[in-house]
């Protein structure tokens, strides 16, 4: 897989607030895979991303991939205490290995 | 019902003597992966099959092998382990050719070195 930054480490929201993390390359990325880990968890896969400008939502996660499909976001509205957890962003998979980002730590207070 | 599963959940080892964790799927996938995840950090490839055909990633220390004698199992051996290969081993498969394939995970191998 392709190499992606991530930001930012660690976000701390009030439950209710929006979040949104940040995954970049300095490559065009040939897809976008999103994950997320529960603390003590394993990465289980949210949703991948393919096309130059798609957006994709689940409930309250909204996905984008960039026009020039070099960056892509996942935001959630009106965070819960549900979504803790560390998210995220890869490039590649199937044969050509899945290199993650460091991930976004999600700290949500009550 | 699992579909990516390693053994044991949880690994002693002695510092220096050779330890093997094991992965098991039932999807029938082409690919399988071998992670490893430090606290706080994410998981950094090691390895992956595709069938039989290994891919080791530049920077992964000889002291880490694999085997994957089937389709159904692969194995994560570590020759020599040192203090700084205490981590989550994490194992995850895929299906076929091409990078489009969602990867799934097993719930990891926690291993400390004593």
């Known amino acids: 897989g392709q190499q992606v930054m991530q930001i930012p480490q660690y976000q701390h929201v009030q439950e209710g607030e929006d979040f949104t993390t940040y995954c970049n390359s300095s490559t065009t990325l040939s897809n976008i895979q999103w994950y997320k880990q529960r603390p003590g968890g394993h990465p289980v896969f949210l949703i991948q991303?393919?096309?130059?400008?798609e957006v994709k939502k689940q409930k309250r996660l909204t996905f984008q991939f960039g026009e020039a499909k070099k960056n892509s976001s996942l935001h959630i509205t009106a965070t819960q205490t549900t979504d803790v957890g560390t998210y995220f962003c890869g490039s590649g998979g199937g044969a050509d290995g899945l290199t993650f980002g460091k991930g976004t730590h999600l700290i949500i207070q009550p | 019902d699992a579909m990516v599963i390693q053994n044991p959940r949880y690994q002693v080892t002695q510092f220096g003597k050779p330890v093997t964790l094991s992965c098991s799927q039932t999807?029938?996938?082409?690919?399988m992966y071998w992670y490893q995840q430090k606290s706080s950090q994410a998981p950094k490839l090691l390895f992956h099959?595709?069938?039989?055909?290994?891919?080791n990633e530049a920077d992964t220390p000889d002291n880490f092998q694999s085997r994957r004698p089937n389709t159904s199992f692969c194995f994560l051996d570590i020759r020599s382990p040192g203090l700084g290969d205490a981590a989550m081993y994490l194992c995850a498969t895929s299906r076929g050719r091409g990078s489009r394939t969602e990867v799934f995970f097993g719930q990891g191998t926690r291993l400390t070195v004593v």
């Open positions: 991303l393919v096309k130059s400008g």
């Open positions: 999807l029938n996938h082409n690919v």
């Open positions: 099959y595709y069938d039989k055909d290994f891919n």
